[in-house]
C-alpha cells in the first residue's frame, strides 16, 4: 500500500493537468520541425465513379506551392489484396492509389505549400473531372439488399440463437414488437486528426494523434513497405480519440506521402468539413425488437435483429444485437446482425461500438415492455436478471446488476417519484418526466507490456514507467503514476510517465475499454518485477522499503521489465461491467424542447483507480448520451450522397447548457479474475443505455415513444400521445 | 481563402474611398461570418476594408426619442448598453440568444444585418446554389429542407435569413442609415433592408454596392414592459433557430395597445407580421387572442416537403411567446 | 520548446531549479509533479528556438504587424489571410491557443483581446494591431496559477486538455463580465441591473456553451467556474456505495 495517498484509489488530481490548463501540453501538430511546410488534402465531390481529368494549372501557378499530389502521380502504396477487407487497428492505409471514387469526400489528392494559407487556397483550385455512377445512398432504398456478414466487430457471432423465439413470443401473455433507429453518429474529437511527418533516408517520424501507437506503426509500415523498426510514431497528447483515432487512418498516410514526395516535413490537418468523410463515424442502425414475457414479467422471448449500413470497399459492422445477449436471461432468444453497402465511407469504431446502439433499442424495448406489463421497470429489469452469461455458457466473473439498478433507484427516489402512466408530472410548461436503463459492457484485456526504470539519490527514489499506451482525456498519466507510487510505497511526484511513443514497451493502446485495466496492471507487473530483483538474495524484511532495498543492493539504477496478460480463468468467464441510469427531463412540449435536469449513474466497474477521472470518463460517457439521445445525428444528402451536415454548426454536440446535475456512485467491486488489480473500463460503460434512460423519460414525461434518434423538436412537434 | 488586398480604415470617408478603389471589395466587421464564408470559398473578394474599429461605435439617443445603434458596436455592448436593456429589452434579449459571447463580443451591430443564410447548400461549394452561384440550381428544394423558409420562398431559393437581432428589430420597427461611396446618405427602413429571394437570391438585402451601415435607429420605446424572444432550437444554446418569435406587447387594463411581432427563421428576411400586430391591437390579451393571432400569422405558409413541422411548431412559438411577454410585469 | 515555453515553464517552477540539471542527466528526485511527461524524453529536446520570419516577397498581400501578445512585442510581416490563431500557433509558437474547428463552431481557440473574450480563427492577425491579446499562456503570474487554471485541475474540469485553454480563457474573461453585471440570455429578465454577479449554476452553462468539450467535462467545469466566481463548492459529485446499501440491496425484496 502507499502511505503518502497519492497510490491507488486516491482522487489525486491528474499528474499532466497542469501541463493541460497552462497550454503546455504539446499535440501532435505543435512539435517544431525545421523546415516544415503544409499539406491540404483535397476529397471527391461525386459519390461514385472514377476520375477522369486533373486539372492543377492554377494551383500550380500560386506562390509558394511546392507539389500537387494525386493518383497520377503518387508513389505506389501497398493496396487490399481482398475485396471488402473487414477494416482492423494494424490494417493497410492505402489512399491516391486508383481513380476510382468510393464516397463523396474521398482523398483524392493534396497540395504541398510553404504556408497553410498557400496550400488551402491551391486547394481549391485544383479541378477534377469525373466520370459519375449512380450512386447507393439511401438507407432505405437498399435494405432489402442487406446480407449476413461472416465477420462483425469484436469477434462477436453474426447470429445465435438459444431456444425457440417464435414459440417464446407465442407462449407470452404480453409481447412487443417495434423498430428502433440511431443515426450516422460522428465522433468529433475536439482536436483535428492531424499528423507531422518527416523523413530522413528510409525512416519516418509521424508526430500522429493516435490512440493506439504500436498499430499506427504497423499500418505505416506496411503501407509503405519499409520495416517496422524504421517508423517512429509519437503521440504524447491526444485531444480526444473515442475510437476516431484507433487507426493510422488515411490523411496519415497523406502526409507521409506527401512529406516522401517533397522531400520536407509535412503538417496535414483533416479540416472540420473533413472529420465527416476521413476518420469513420457511427453507422446507422436499424433494430427490430420483439419481447414477450409472462404476465409477471418474466422474460420468454428476446428478438433483437439489426441492419446496418458499411461502405461499398470495407465492411464494418458493429456488435448492436450483443448486448441482448448478455444482459438478461431469457429462456429463448434470437439475435442476427445484417449489413447492406453504401455508397458512404466505411463506418468505424466510435464509443462502445454495438453497447451504445443496442442498448437504446434493447433498454427502449424493455421499458415499452414494462409498461405494457404495467409493471415498474426497475423491478421487471431485477426479475430478468441472469448470473450465467447464456450465450457462451461462462458464468460472469462478477455481476453486479441488481446492486446497480437497486443503489441507483434508491438514491434517485424512483419509487416517489416515478408514475407508471406518462404525462402525470407538470410544472408550469414543462412536462416533468422520469425513465431509466440498465447498462453493461465488456472488459476487455490483453497483452501488455511495459518497463520501469529506478533510479536512487540517497534515501529517494524515482520511478519512470514507459509503455507506448496513450492517454486520450482517460487519465492514463495519472492512474499509471498512482500504480507505480502504491507498488513502490513512494509519493507519486517521484514517479514520471512516459506514454506515447513507439520506442517504449507494446501496448495494445487506448480503446474498448481496456486501456486502464492494461496499463495499471503491467506498471503493477514491472514495479513487481523490479522489488524482486531486489529481494533477491537480501537480509532485508518483508516490509524493507524500495529505497533500503536499493541501498542494501548498492544499486543506484534499475530497470526492470513487466508483461500483463489474461489468465486461463479470465478466458473461462465472461467479464463485463454494469450499472444502471436514472433520468429526471423537463420537456417543454410547445416548443418540443427537452433538459436533462438530473441524471444519477451507478456504475460496478471494478477497483475504481481515481474516483475524480473515473467520474469524469461517466460523465463523459453521459454526455455523449445525451448528445445521441437529443442532438447528434448526420445526414445523407439524398441526391448527392454527402453529409449534408457538414460542420459543427450543424452537427450539434452537446453544449454545457445541455447537461445538468449528475451524481455518479461506484458499486465498490473486487474481481480479481479481470484481471489481477480488478480493474475494468468505464468509460464506455459511461455511454451505454443513456439513450434510452432519457427516451424513457421523455415518453414518461409526454406519452411520445420516439424510436429515431435523436428526439428533436421536430420529432416531437409531429408526433402523438400515446395512450394505454 | 483567396488571396485579397488588406486596408484598415481610420474613418468611414477613408472606407469608402477604399472601396471605390477595388472592385469586388468588401467591408470586415466582426468577420465572425465573412472570415468563415471566404475560408469556405463561398466569399471572394478581391479587398477587405476593415471597419470594426471605425468611429461609429456609439449608442446615443435620437432627436425623435429613439435610440441609435452605431455600427461598429459589437453586439454584446449593444444587447448590454445600460438603455437597450431598460427600453428595447426584446432587442437585448434577442441578441444575446444568438451565437456565443465570443462571437457576440466580435460580430458588429452592421456586420450582424448582413449574415448570410446557413442553408449548408450554400455553405458548400460542391453542392448547386443559386444564391451562391447564380444558375446553378437550388440544391435544397428538392434537397434536405427540414430547416427552409415557408414563407416567400421562389423556385430559385428557399433558404432563411439567420439572425436573431434582425427579428427584433423587425419587430421594433427600426431604420438602417446608410452612406454611399460618393458621400450622401440615405434611411432604409428596416421592413425593407432585407429581400425575398425571387429570381435573385444572391441579393440578400436592398444594399447598393459600396453602400456602408453606419448606425442602425430604434422608434422611442414601446415594448419595454412586455417582451420576450423566444428561440426553438435543435441545442439549447449555440444554435440557430428553427423557429424564433419576438413578441412585444402594450397592454392597458387588459386591452393590447399595441404589438410588435416578427419570426425569425421562416422566410429569406426577418419575417414582420405586420397584419397579426394590428389584429391584435384592441383586443383582449388572452391566450384565446394569441391562439387566433398564430392562426392568422400562418394563412400565408407554403411549407416545403420536409418542414411542414414548422407550422404548428410556429404557431405555439407564438402563443408561448405573447403569453410569455405577457405575464411580465 | 520556444523561449516563451522555456520562460513560462521556469516563472511556473514546472521545473523548478533541477531542470537543465534533468535534462542533462535523470536526477529527477525534486521534480515538481506537473513536468514528468513532459521533458523525460528526447522529443523534447533540441528545439530550436523562434520560427524565422517569412520573407516577404514570398507573399500576397504581406502585411506587417506588431502583435502585442501577453504583454510582449512580436513584430510580424505575414499574409493578409492568416488568421491570429495560425499567427500564434504557426509563427509565434503559442500552441496554448488550439485549433477545433477554425470556423467559429467550437470556442477552442478564444482568447481574451483587450479584455474580452474572442475567436482566434475568425479573427485576421491584421486586424490586431494595437490590441492587448492576452492567451492561455499568458494568464499565470510568475509561479503562480491563476486561480481559474487551480479551480480546473481541482475540478477535474478537461479529460483530453485540448479545449482547456480555450475554456479556460472564456471563464475568466467570464469573471469581468459578471463584475460588470452582464445579462445573458437565460437571464429571467434583462432589465435587471445588478453588477458583481455570482451566477447560478444555469448563468455559468449558458455563458459557457461557446465552447465545447467533446469529452464532457462540463459539469466539471461549471464547478471550477463556479468556486471562483461564487466560492461555492459542491464537490464531489462521486460517492462510494456504501456497506448499508450493499447490504440492503442484496436482501431486500427490490
Known amino acids: 500500500m502507499n502511505t503518502n495517498n497519492t497510490g491507488i484509489g486516491e482522487a489525486i488530481n491528474r499528474v499532466d493537468g497542469r501541463l493541460k490548463v497552462t497550454g503546455m501540453a504539446k499535440y501532435c501538430t505543435e512539435f517544431h520541425v525545421d523546415n516544415m511546410v503544409y499539406a491540404q488534402g483535397l476529397s471527391s465531390t461525386i459519390s461514385a465513379g472514377r476520375i477522369t481529368g486533373v486539372d492543377t494549372s492554377e494551383a500550380e501557378k500560386q506562390p509558394g506551392v511546392l507539389k500537387i499530389i494525386t493518383y497520377q502521380n503518387a508513389d505506389k502504396l501497398k493496396t487490399f489484396s481482398e475485396e471488402m477487407p473487414v477494416p482492423s487497428t494494424d490494417g493497410l492505409s492505402p489512399v491516391l492509389q486508383t481513380p476510382k471514387i468510393h464516397y463523396f469526400g474521398e482523398f483524392i489528392g493534396a497540395v504541398v505549400a510553404e504556408t497553410f494559407e498557400q496550400a488551402q487556397y491551391a486547394a481549391r483550385l485544383v479541378k477534377f473531372s469525373y466520370e459519375e455512377d449512380e450512386p447507393k445512398s439511401i438507407f432505405d432504398k437498399h435494405e432489402k439488399d442487406a446480407y449476413k456478414p461472416e465477420n462483425i466487430n469484436s469477434g462477436a457471432k453474426t447470429d445465435t440463437s438459444w431456444g425457440d423465439v417464435e414459440k417464446g413470443l407465442a407462449d407470452s401473455a404480453v409481447t412487443i414488437e417495434a423498430e428502433y433507429n440511431t443515426p450516422i453518429e460522428h465522433h468529433h474529437p475536439m482536436e483535428l486528426h492531424a499528423i507531422i511527418a518527416s523523413w530522413e533516408n528510409d525512416k519516418v517520424t509521424a508526430y500522429l494523434s493516435t490512440q493506439m501507437v504500436d498499430n499506427a506503426v504497423t499500418t505505416i509500415a506496411e503501407t509503405f513497405q519499409i520495416p517496422k523498426d524504421n517508423v517512429r510514431v509519437i503521440s504524447p497528447y491526444i485531444g480526444g480519440g473515442f475510437g476516431s483515432k484507433l487507426q493510422a487512418r488515411e490523411h496519415a498516410t497523406l502526409g507521409i506521402l506527401a512529406s516522401k514526395m517533397v522531400g520536407r516535413p509535412v503538417q496535414l490537418t483533416v479540416t472540420r468539413q473533413g472529420m465527416f468523410t476521413h476518420v469513420g463515424y457511427r453507422q446507422h442502425n436499424r433494430q427490430y425488437m420483439r419481447l414477450g414475457a409472462d404476465k409477471d414479467g418474466k422474460l420468454l422471448a428476446l428478438s433483437h435483429q439489426t441492419v446496418a449500413q458499411t461502405s461499398t470497399y470495407e465492411e464494418f459492422q458493429e456488435q448492436s444485437g450483443s448486448i441482448s445477449r448478455t444482459l438478461y436471461g431469457p429462456p429463448n432468444s434470437l439475435v442476427t446482425h445484417r449489413l447492406m453497402t453504401l455508397n458512404l465511407p466505411s463506418p468505424r469504431w466510435m464509443r462502445a461500438p454495438g453497447e451504445a446502439p443496442g442498448s437504446f433499442a434493447l433498454e427502449s424495448a424493455m421499458d415499452e415492455l414494462a409498461y405494457a406489463l404495467k409493471m415498474d421497470p426497475v423491478e421487471f429489469r431485477i426479475k430478468n436478471d441472469t448470473q450465467k452469461d447464456l450465450s457462451t455458457d461462462k458464468p460472469y466473473s462478477s455481476r453486479l446488476l441488481i446492486e446497480c439498478l437497486k443503489i441507483g433507484a434508491e438514491r434517485f427516489g424512483w419509487k416517489d417519484k416515478w408514475k407508471q402512466e406518462p404525462r402525470s408530472n407538470r410544472n408550469g410548461n414543462w412536462l416533468v418526466g422520469y425513465g431509466m436503463a440498465a447498462s453493461s459492457r465488456k472488459s476487455p484485456y490483453s497483452k501488455t507490456n511495459a518497463k520501469v526504470i529506478l533510479d536512487r539519490d540517497g534515501d529517494t527514489i524515482h520511478a519512470t514507467v514507459e509503455l507506448d499506451g496513450t492517454d486520450i482525456g482517460t487519465g492514463s498519466y495519472t492512474i499509471v503514476a498512482q500504480t507505480a507510487a502504491e507498488y513502490l510505497d513512494i509519493p507519486v511526484e517521484q514517479v514520471t510517465v512516459n506514454l506515447g511513443d513507439s520506442k517504449y514497451p507494446v501496448t495494445p493502446g487506448s480503446g474498448g475499454s481496456w486501456g486502464a485495466a492494461c496499463y495499471t496492471n503491467v506498471t503493477y507487473a514491472a514495479c513487481t518485477a523490479a522489488k524482486d530483483k531486489l529481494r533477491e538474495n537480501t537480509t532485508l524484511g518483508e516490509d524493507a522499503s524500495t529505497a533500503e532495498l536499493m541501498k542494501a543492493k548498492n544499486v543506484n539504477s534499475l530497470t526492470a521489465a513487466g508483461v500483463a496478460e489474461p489468465s486461463s480463468e479470465f478466458e473461462d468467464h465472461s467479464v463485463y461491467s454494469f450499472g444502471a441510469n436514472f433520468a429526471e427531463v423537463w420537456v417543454d412540449e410547445d416548443t418540443g424542447m427537452v433538459r436533462l435536469k438530473k441524471y444519477i449513474n451507478t456504475a460496478s466497474a471494478g477497483k475504481i483507480l481515481n474516483p475524480k477521472t473515473a467520474y469524469s470518463q461517466v460523465i463523459g460517457g453521459i454526455t455523449w448520451g445525451l448528445g445521441m439521445a437529443l442532438t447528434e445525428h448526420s445526414i445523407v444528402e439524398p441526391n448527392y450522397g454527402n453529409f449534408i451536415t457538414r460542420t459543427l454548426a450543424d452537427y450539434h454536440v452537446p453544449v454545457n447548457l445541455d447537461l445538468a446535475d449528475i451524481e455518479v456512485i461506484f458499486i465498490p467491486e473486487e474481481d480479481k479474475i479481470a484481471n489481477p488489480l480488478g480493474v475494468k473500463g468505464i468509460g464506455e460503460l459511461g455511454i451505454t443505455s443513456v439513450g434510452a434512460a432519457i427516451a424513457n423519460a421523455v415518453f414518461n414525461a409526454t406519452g411520445k415513444r420516439v424510436r429515431d434518434l435523436p428526439i428533436t423538436p421536430e420529432k416531437l412537434t409531429k408526433m402523438k400521445v400515446q395512450t394505454a | 481563402m483567396r488571396p485579397f488586398k488588406y486596408t484598415n480604415a481610420a474613418s468611414e470617408t477613408e472606407a469608402l474611398k477604399s472601396y471605390s478603389g477595388t472592385p469586388n471589395t468588401k467591408y470586415l466587421g466582426g468577420g465572425t461570418n465573412l472570415i468563415d464564408l471566404m475560408k469556405e470559398d463561398v466569399e471572394r473578394p478581391d479587398a477587405l476594408v476593415y471597419v470594426a474599429d471605425l468611429p461609429n461605435n456609439k449608442i446615443e439617443p435620437t432627436a425623435s426619442g429613439g435610440l441609435s445603434l452605431g455600427a461598429a458596436v459589437s453586439n454584446t455592448d449593444t444587447a448590454n448598453h445600460a438603455t437597450v436593456r431598460k427600453n428595447y429589452p426584446l432587442l437585448s434579449m434577442a441578441m444575446l440568444s444568438a451565437a456565443t459571447e465570443q462571437i457576440r463580443n466580435m460580430a458588429t451591430n452592421g456586420g450582424n444585418l448582413l449574415q448570410r443564410t446557413r442553408c449548408s447548400y450554400f455553405y458548400d461549394t460542391a453542392m448547386p446554389c443559386n444564391k451562391r452561384d447564380p444558375g446553378s440550381g437550388c440544391g435544397a428544394l428538392k434537397g434536405v429542407n427540414r430547416l427552409h423558409a415557408i414563407f416567400g420562398w421562389s423556385e430559385s431559393c428557399v433558404a432563411t435569413h439567420p439572425s436573431d437581432m434582425c427579428v427584433a428589430l423587425t419587430a421594433l420597427e427600426a431604420t438602417v442609415n446608410v452612406q454611399k461611396p460618393d458621400g450622401s446618405s440615405r434611411k432604409i427602413p428596416f421592413v425593407d433592408f432585407h429581400r425575398l429571394p425571387g429570381d435573385q437570391p444572391e441579393k440578400d438585402t436592398n444594399l447598393e454596392p459600396g453602400e456602408l451601415i453606419t448606425s442602425i435607429d430604434l422608434p422611442e420605446p414601446y415594448f419595454s414592459d412586455k417582451y420576450y424572444y423566444l428561440k426553438i432550437r435543435e441545442r439549447s444554446s449555440y444554435a440557430f433557430a428553427i423557429v424564433s418569435v419576438a413578441a412585444g406587447l402594450q397592454v392597458e387594463g387588459n386591452t393590447i395597445s399595441r404589438a410588435a411581432l416578427a419570426m425569425g427563421r421562416v422566410a429569406h428576411k426577418p419575417w414582420k407580421l405586420a397584419n397579426v400586430e394590428k389584429f391584435l391591437q384592441g383586443k383582449p390579451a388572452t391566450t384565446e387572442t394569441f391562439e387566433q393571432a398564430a392562426e392568422l400569422a400562418f394563412e400565408d405558409a407554403k411549407p416545403l416537403d420536409q418542414n411542414e413541422y414548422k407550422i404548428p411548431l410556429g404557431k405555439r412559438a407564438i402563443v408561448r411567446a405573447l403569453e410569455q411577454a405577457n405575464a411580465r410585469a | ?254
Open chain 3, 1 to 254: 520548446m520556444s523561449e516563451d515555453e522555456e520562460r513560462l515553464l521556469d516563472e511556473l517552477d514546472i521545473f523548478g531549479n533541477s531542470r537543465r540539471n534533468f535534462l542533462g542527466q535523470m536526477s529527477a528526485a525534486s521534480l515538481s509533479l506537473a513536468a514528468m511527461p513532459y521533458f523525460t524524453s528526447d522529443i523534447f529536446e533540441n528545439a530550436p528556438k523562434g520560427i524565422p520570419d517569412i520573407d516577404p516577397d514570398f507573399l500576397l498581400n504581406a502585411v506587417k504587424v506588431n502583435l502585442q501578445v501577453n504583454n510582449t512585442s512580436k513584430p510580424l510581416t505575414i499574409d493578409s489571410r492568416m488568421s491570429l490563431l495560425d499567427a500564434l500557433r504557426e509563427r509565434l509558437e503559442l500552441t496554448g491557443t488550439k485549433k477545433g474547428c477554425d470556423h467559429g463552431q467550437c470556442g477552442a481557440c478564444t482568447v481574451i483581446i483587450d479584455g474580452k473574450r474572442k475567436l482566434s480563427c475568425l479573427t485576421l492577425a491584421a486586424t490586431c494591431k494595437d490590441k492587448e491579446i492576452k492567451t492561455v499562456e499568458g494568464l499565470a503570474e510568475g509561479n503562480k496559477l491563476h486561480p481559474m487554471q487551480e479551480a480546473f485541475l481541482k475540478h477535474d474540469g478537461f479529460q483530453c486538455g485540448y479545449c482547456t485553454p480555450g475554456q479556460i480563457c472564456s471563464a475568466v474573461a467570464l469573471l469581468d463580465e459578471a463584475e460588470r453585471g452582464e445579462v445573458s440570455y437565460v437571464t429571467e429578465d434583462v432589465r435587471q441591473t445588478k453588477e458583481n454577479l455570482k451566477l447560478s449554476e444555469e448563468e455559468i452553462r449558458e455563458r459557457m456553451s461557446g465552447n465545447i468539450c467533446r469529452c464532457g467535462a462540463y459539469n466539471n467545469i461549471v464547478q471550477a467556474v463556479r468556486e471562483v466566481n461564487g466560492g461555492s463548492d459542491e464537490w464531489p459529485k462521486w460517492t462510494f456505495a456504501s456497506n448499508e446499501e450493499l447490504e440492503r440491496s442484496r436482501t431486500s425484496e427490490s
